[in-house]
């Protein structure tokens, strides 16, 4: 491990063995250090598998922080900007978490395992920041990504998997909550929660079963439709949901090297995750003072004339004035719309009506310059009943 | 939640606690003092070693105490009198005659290189033009980087005070003023004995040796009591520094301050961001609108607010604060005047500094950093008896000396070597007065860590956390807090560890109660 970063290769997965046999393109990337499938045979075919059957993706690189002590409340409502308190055992949150000025560092999913013990999983490393923010409270902060090897189970079939598999006790299972399960003399923590805002769910084991478990998977989902899915379909899917990703739809404050680039979360409009009324958190004055005065920014979903993704588009008000751009696009095969995630600047809610994005499209090597209307719409674009629905179909 | 009953509610009775709380009173606060020591003072007082003795625990020397502050809080009628006024200083020298200065450059005596004494004037004369930038900024709260009025307004005021020293001076401040003592005394004297006493005034209650950059600037700190505004003097009050803080007192109390002495405070109370008040050791808890505080700010910040209340980054910067001391005390109780070769009477009334050239004082800093102290200690001494009769009883002395450098944390571990250091240093003192070891009825090494645990000082640092450009003025304690008012609405600090730093000054504390009033008025 003395070679430069550059010269150390990607490690492999617990589920490397399977995830390299089942991919057929040889499209990888690095995910925290790690070798991530891109894609394993189409993007399409594992797409229209995650919204039509059910798709398995390996998320074992997530970072993954087991916080536990005696403080460990008190400490994770000082450093999140929502209430941790209302987070029940066996539930789990969506959080964001700030700096000192009010900007997200990133976001998460945070699992109360037990009264005093919480699982953070997030996309980039913060254990340093983790462990200061740990001064003054009695608790440990440990990173236990590798102690993990974890499956996202994703689509409409995926009740019908997890009961095939024979993990009893999930129907009444509700979206953002978590089970014990019992799977080859072992347990697996399975949450019903995902990134693909659809039915579905994440499977925890052990590296050691991590094998047998993709197996195992397969094997119940071969009635089922089940496919390998890569992060470039997942990409399209979290899009559909309205979910935001870090280093794409906003800078991690602390990634940031212009100190304007950071977001609060009501400029990502996560505003509904922070709360005043519960003491202080890290933050808090700062975007107090925020909401009293006005954000800079507003985070918009966006329908878009046509069916060319608007991919880092500028967004123009009556086709001149620069009021914006997107961070996200695509064309929604599900909806059947052209949409977009987009950042416009606040207190411009007065041009909504004439809003106008700049696609530049290359149609076999020559560029094309289209000038697009488009109209804020909701997020979520793609929000089915089956999400939500408690037990889950089984189709 | 209980009534307010205070306006605020000063924690520590030190000195800049002290006159924090006289200026709210005579704002018509309603103040409360609570100092946890049987006396207020702080580390500013005189206290008993021995039987019959007394002597000044800390600083034993009065430079910087800002003349305007003894002057509005009339301390005179409450008290205060200087035992001795511009003290000379004394070079003590192995090889050569000593080397005397003063304040008032007609009483500097021994034997000058040619040429030496005029270059020594110039060079003070220098030094205190850039020393008066310094006391004007001393004298104010300091400004925030942000695009407000009255923050442009003093940032301007300050580079306008830099550029009226006029082109010469300003080119030489500013190439000055990060760059370590040594080399500049190398530039402008010749004298050994000078260049180790000026290189020791620089680095006097910091970790730093004479070759650190920023040791021009912690001179300059010092040489703040020569500017025009503050006395300018060496000074001792009758009675030891505690004096000092004695006057403090009954001038706070004739302003309406109450003190209480006796009463720890355990932790400043907050609710929604705002301070509520105090609780003391027996768990009373006392409401106020502002508490105040004099101790250091990680003790604080950390310890008696805690790091629950702040943001991370913010905590990050406040433990980030160096506070390990490197100043020992060593308390002599003398049955007869011990004879320093080469000091006549009127010098030895003085302050008495070894330090015999930059390397020797280089070498003593050598030690600190790798957690050792300095076998040959560079060392100030004085004998206040022979101007202060209070404290020791006829016929007999105290001598009183400030050693450096002794860390904070020794690597071996202090419990053997305390009384091994204290044995080097009085070798070292015999080096210069051979008939001092015979002469000691007692004595008491006060270590940094005594210090942390007499004054709850944290690192047992005089200065509440190093000196240095970077910890000064809008940098002190940390950007972003160096105003006086912390982030929780209410709390202040008033203490060194806030601009303008260390010294007995006074300075800090009506800052502090300047910023206060600011945020009281609507």
Redesign the interface.
Known sequence: MNEPHYLQPLLPTPFHSRTQAACCTALWSGWAGYQSARCYTHVEFEYFAARNQATLFDLSPMIKYRIAGSDSL?YLN??MTRDVGKLAVGRVAYTVWC??VGKVLDDGTLFRLDDNEYLLCAQDRHLP?LQ??A???DLEVEDVSERFAALALQGPTSYAIVQRMGFDDLMSLRPFGWRRVKYRGAELIVSRTGFSGDLGYEIWSAPDQAESLWDDLMAAGADFGLMPMGSDALELLRIEAGYLLPNADFMPADHATRASRGRSPFELGLGWLVDFNKG?F????ALQAERAGSGRYTFVGLDIDGNKPAHESLIYHRRRELIGHVTSAMWSPTCKRNIAIAELQAGREAMLDDLWVEIYLKKELKWEKLMVRCRVVPRPFFDPPRRLATPPAAY | MKSVRYDAIVVGGGHNGLVCANYLARARQRVLLLEAADQVGGAAATESFAPGFRVSSCAHLVYLFDPSISAELKLADHGLVWSAVDLPSVALSQERAVLSISSDPTLSAGEWMSGEHKRFDALMARMTRFASVLQNLYTRVPPRLRNRRGDIVALVQAAWRIRRLGRDDMRELLRIAGMNIADLLDDELNDDRLKGMLAFDAVLGTRLGPRAPNTVFTWLHRLVSRAPAAHGGIMHPLGGVGALCDALSRSAQAAGVEIRTGARVESIMCDA?RVTGVRVADGEEIGARQVISNADPQQTL?SLL???????????RV?DVPMAGTAAKLHLAIDDLPTFVGVDPEQARGRLVIAPNIDYVERASNAIKYGEYAPQPVIEITIPSLHDSTLAPPGKHVLSAIVQYAPYTLRAGWGAHRDEFADCVIAVLAEYAPDLPDKIVERQLLLPVDIEQRYGMTGGHWHHGELGLERFWMWRPTPGAAQYQM?VEGLFLCGAGCHPGGGVMGLAGRNAARAVLATARP
Do not use: K, M, Q
């Open positions: 008190p000082r450093l700096n000192d920041w200061d923010s001064i003054g409270f202080h890290v933050g808090r004055r | 961001d950390l805690g790091a629950r209340e702040l943001d991370t980054e913010f905590v990050r433990r982030p």
